[in-house]
């Protein structure tokens, strides 16, 4: 049986120890215990099926051959989960080879060419590991495919042809893998305004938003309670994916022509095909067509204009009866006398007749006329309404115009007081100081407690410095310490590679005691305390060539929920070449008023050199 250089690939003659050609080593003898497989002289050499092509020569000169093949050519990837295939690589030829592994898009399973040209730029969600192998003739290594699509903003929901294909001097052979992009439902639906107020018809609008990887056809259904308003919308939007749309929501009011605002709630169904249903609450002020104080005021002036003319004396006549004035027992023939007078300087008595020659109509009363008596304050009504109590109005929901236009209405002075708020969009009322319902007196100011947008961003790793870091024994560590430090070490890490291949600009790392199950923590105070909403996000990994294991904990302290309360845990080792995301929700630990990071070492001590990237608590609007 002849055997090749496992260097240069020349054969060598039988009975020889190293290499005519370049000196190696020959190891006859491992051909019986089978440590490297017998290698068929050129002209036996068979390529299976499946793999490359084969270069046939004399016999003195070598083939080169090579077979690649998957585990499974199906791979279906969830969005935000990462899976693995492997696959092998076999040298069919006769000498050591490099081969360099690729993948290339060949198109969609149905039939449907991805790119056209020149061969595409691949997802970076799908990688092969390594990128090249040199192997023994006969011998076979493994590899990775990787695929690990994000889930924020996830790829469209596909399957996906792909060659792994293995590249040599002189030989190539491929293999395909059908990827599936699972879908993807991701709907955001809001109702801007929330609030309205008017009279006839009011615009509200739907902003819908697609953040899923997969077309979605969304039905729309609207209606209030009382079954008064009238809403003209489209009855079904279809959206594709990663798009947003808005969509106007007219809404009609029966108009009433006098009265008080009233409100008017209705609900906003948003049905995403198989996805639940969201259903957002509206509200309607519903003004009527004239205020209720210009008809009390014009009511009041036509009044006054009647008592007034009818109070106009001249000449001797009486005054007309008003009730609650003068003599109950007053004659009631005074007012023939003043139907009489006459009510401008000038003017006759009577309809026709002409004034005396050289006389001056009389404009004072006769000596013997009867005044007035004065009123009786047993039987007289208030002139003018003195300022009295109001009701607040409920203006929750509402933006801080519309609640202080409407208080304005009522006669009250407001305060706008700002609060935080991941439930209510900014901008819109939270609750009123004195609240809905309460009795007032007009000219009073009430507070109006005004939503400012969601929680602020707490940058973790841009406040390390502040943060309290202590080891498991209770030492407290300095921060950007040693890290030759075997009590334990935090430190900012700039541009340093993680197990990923990624390369972020800034990382913290903490390193645990250099101890058997060794711990290292940060305990942070928080600019304010935890609401619902509020998510704790990062990532977490080891720095690259890192050889350890740790448990990351998040903590928070200080809420009546979750004090001293492990919130979330995660194991991670820095050999398997991924960074994991978090993000945590703490809206069950409100009132919390602060947060504690922990790596824990797991088994022995050493390289634990775990990172935190972008460690944060943000608002999350909903």
């Known amino acids: 049986?002849?055997?090749?250089?496992?260097?240069?690939?020349?054969?060598?003659?039988?009975?020889?120890?190293?290499?005519?050609?370049?000196?190696?080593?020959?190891?006859?003898?491992?051909?019986?215990?089978?440590?490297?497989?017998?290698?068929?002289?050129?002209?036996?050499?068979?390529?299976?099926?499946?793999?490359?092509?084969?270069?046939?020569?004399?016999?003195?000169?070598?083939?080169?051959?090579?077979?690649?093949?998957?585990?499974?050519?199906?791979?279906?990837?969830?969005?935000?989960?990462?899976?693995?295939?492997?696959?092998?690589?076999?040298?069919?030829?006769?000498?050591?080879?490099?081969?360099?592994?690729?993948?290339?898009?060949?198109?969609?399973?149905?039939?449907?060419?991805?790119?056209?040209?020149?061969?595409?730029?691949?997802?970076?969600?799908?990688?092969?590991?390594?990128?090249?192998?040199?192997?023994?003739?006969?011998?076979?290594?493994?590899?990775?495919?990787?695929?690990?699509?994000?889930?924020?903003?996830?790829?469209?929901?596909?399957?996906?042809?792909?060659?792994?294909?293995?590249?040599?001097?002189?030989?190539?052979?491929?293999?395909?893998?059908?990827?599936?992009?699972?879908?993807?439902?991701?709907?955001?639906?809001?109702?801007?305004?929330?609030?309205?107020?008017?009279?006839?018809?009011?615009?509200?609008?739907?902003?819908?938003?697609?953040?899923?990887?997969?077309?979605?056809?969304?039905?729309?259904?609207?209606?209030?309670?009382?079954?008064?308003?009238?809403?003209?919308?489209?009855?079904?939007?279809?959206?594709?994916?990663?798009?947003?749309?808005?969509?106007?929501?007219?809404?009609?009011?029966?108009?009433?022509?006098?009265?008080?605002?009233?409100?008017?709630?209705?609900?906003?169904?948003?049905?995403?095909?198989?996805?639940?249903?969201?259903?957002?609450?509206?509200r309607r002020v519903d003004l009527p067509r004239f205020a209720t104080p210009i008809l009390v005021a014009a009511g009041g002036l036509t009044a006054l204009a009647v008592a007034g003319l009818a109070i106009v004396t001249l000449g001797a006549g009486k005054v007309i009866p008003i009730a609650g004035f003068g003599d109950k027992e007053q004659d009631l023939n005074a007012a023939e006398t003043v139907a009489t007078a006459t009510a401008i300087p000038g003017a006759s008595k009577r309809p026709g007749s002409k004034p005396s020659a050289g006389t001056v109509p009389n404009s004072a009363p006769p000596a013997n006329s009867q005044k007035p008596s004065p009123p009786d304050p047993s039987s007289t009504a208030p002139q003018t309404a003195v300022p009295g109590r109001v009701v607040i109005p409920d203006v929750v929901g509402e933006t801080a115009e519309q609640a202080k236009g409407e208080l304005a209405d009522l006669g009250l002075t407001s305060k706008i007081s700002k609060q935080i708020s991941n439930t209510v969009p900014e901008g819109v009322v939270l609750r009123s100081d004195p609240p809905a319902g309460t009795e007032q007196d007009a000219g009073r100011r009430a507070v109006l407690v005004v939503s400012a947008g969601p929680t602020p961003l707490f940058d973790l790793l841009g406040t390390a410095s502040s943060a309290q870091w202590r080891n498991g024994d209770g030492v407290t560590l300095p921060f950007n310490g040693n890290d030759g430090d075997d009590r334990g070490f935090v430190l900012i890490r700039e541009n340093f590679q993680l197990e990923n291949g990624e390369t972020p600009p800034l990382v913290l790392e903490t390193h645990p005691q250099w101890i058997p199950d060794g711990v290292i923590e940060g305990s942070y105070a928080l600019r304010s305390p935890v609401i619902r909403g509020d998510h704790f996000r990062a990532k977490v990994g080891f720095i690259a060539g890192a050889a350890g294991s740790v448990r990351f904990d998040i903590l928070v302290d200080g809420g009546d929920a979750c004090d001293g309360t492990v919130v979330h845990s995660i194991d991670d080792s820095g050999p398997d070449r991924v960074v994991r995301a978090i993000d945590v929700d703490l809206s069950a630990c409100e009132g919390a008023t602060s947060l504690r990071l922990r790596a824990t070492t797991i088994g022995s001590g050493g390289q634990q050199w775990a990172v935190w990237l972008d460690p944060r608590v943000e608002g999350v609007s909903s």
């Open 1 to 282: 049986m002849a055997l090749y250089c496992t260097e240069c690939g020349k054969r060598a003659q039988s009975g020889e120890r190293f290499c005519r050609t370049c000196s190696t080593y020959l190891p006859w003898d491992s051909l019986e215990t089978g440590a490297i497989s017998a290698i068929k002289a050129p002209s036996e050499q068979v390529a299976p099926a499946s793999s490359g092509t084969v270069r046939k020569a004399g016999a003195d000169e070598q083939t080169a051959a090579v077979e690649i093949i998957l585990e499974s050519h199906e791979l279906v990837s969830e969005p935000g989960v990462t899976v693995d295939v492997s696959f092998t690589v076999r040298n069919l030829g006769t000498r050591v080879e490099a081969f360099d592994l690729v993948l290339r898009d060949v198109g969609h399973r149905d039939g449907r060419t991805a790119h056209q040209g020149e061969d595409p730029a691949l997802p970076e969600w799908l990688t092969v590991i390594p990128k090249s192998m040199e192997i023994y003739p006969g011998h076979v290594l493994r590899g990775t495919l990787t695929s690990a699509p994000p889930r924020s903003p996830p790829p469209l929901a596909a399957t996906t042809s792909f060659q792994v294909i293995a590249t040599g001097a002189n030989a190539q052979a491929s293999d395909v893998c059908h990827v599936t992009v699972t879908p993807v439902y991701d709907v955001v639906a809001e109702l801007h305004p929330t609030v309205t107020r008017g009279w006839g018809t009011t615009a509200h609008a739907l902003l819908l938003k697609n953040r899923g990887n997969v077309p979605l056809r969304m039905t729309l259904e609207a209606a209030d309670p009382e079954g008064v308003l009238t809403f003209h919308h489209e009855p079904v939007v279809e959206l594709d994916a990663f798009r947003e749309v808005q969509t106007p929501l007219p809404v009609r009011a029966p108009v009433r022509w006098a009265g008080r605002a009233q409100n008017k709630s209705f609900d906003v169904t948003v049905a995403p095909g198989r996805q639940p249903p969201i259903r957002l609450a509206g």
